[in-house]
T-cell receptor, first 112, second 113 residues
Framework: AQSVTQLDSQVPVFEEAPVELRCNYSSSVSVYLFWYVQYPNQGLQLLLKYLSGSTLVKGINGFEAEFNKSQTSFHLRKPSVHISDTAEYFCAVSRRGNKLVFGAGTILRVKS | ETGVTQSPTHLIKTRGQQVTLRCSSQSGHNTVSWYQQALGQGPQFIFQYYREEENGRGNFPPRFSGLQFPNYSSELNVNALELDDSALYLC????????????FGPGTRLLVL
């Protein structure tokens, strides 16, 4: 069975600073990897996904993530955050059948 | 292109009652998945429907059931509501092929008193 660990429950950062949200997964087989963002009182919006190929994946809103198979990680990064990036971010994995297994989430708080 | 829609947005029920939540999938998507997100937690997979059949189920009791209709819309039914069923219920649609991203609706927030 797959599992996902998001290593930080909250990440405070100042506006225009870089940020990294960490995600590690556990699976004995190849998986597909996703990052979603959830703004208050809303559903989840897809930021980016890794299926195969290049290990650096670019997504919406300036976010990118790097797949590292040896470390079973899929960390999310943004070089310069904005106040509007304040939200909760979820890392997720899936295999066949598209069942998503989510981490517990990381709240990103961008301060001015 | 219409995204995933869910109704109602909010719902209050009492323990022991039954509830039905509805979801319309994104245009062109043939698979619907349902998730439960308790406060402060990540979403948990309830089940998935493809071609009107259940296509995978998470660790939820049988009182959680669902339907998918020929137009790919879906319902989630919960019988004998318990206080712990209070959560945000999210519907996601996708294509059936492995690795396809799921696109989520805004959710239905259920409060059980």
């Amino acid at each position: 069975a797959q599992s996902v660990t998001q290593l930080d429950s909250q990440v405070p950062v100042f506006e225009e600073a870089p940020v990294e949200l960490r995600c590690n997964y556990s699976s004995s087989v190849s998986v597909y990897l996703f990052w979603y963002v959830q703004y208050p009182n809303q559903g989840l919006q897809l930021l980016l996904k890794y299926l195969s190929g290049s290990t650096l994946v670019k997504g919406i809103n300036g976010f990118e993530a790097e797949f590292n198979k040896s470390q079973t990680s899929f960390h999310l990064r943004k070089p310069s955050v904005h106040i509007s990036d304040t939200a909760e971010y979820f890392c997720a994995v899936s295999r066949r059948g598209n069942k998503l297994v989510f981490g517990a989430g990381t709240i990103l708080r961008v301060k001015s | 292109e219409t995204g995933v829609t869910q109704s109602p947005t909010h719902l209050i029920k009492t323990r022991g009652q039954q509830v039905t939540l509805r979801c319309s999938s994104q245009s062109g998507h043939n698979t619907v998945s349902w998730y439960q997100q308790a406060l402060g937690q990540g979403p948990q997979f309830i089940f998935q429907y493809y071609r009107e059949e259940e296509n995978g189920r998470g660790n939820f009791p049988p009182r959680f059931s669902g339907l998918q209709f020929p137009n790919y819309s879906s319902e989630l039914n919960v019988n004998a509501l318990e206080l712990d069923d209070s959560a945000l219920y999210l519907c996601a649609s996708s294509l059936a092929e492995a690795g396809r991203a799921q696109y989520f609706g805004p959710g239905t927030r259920l409060l059980v008193l």
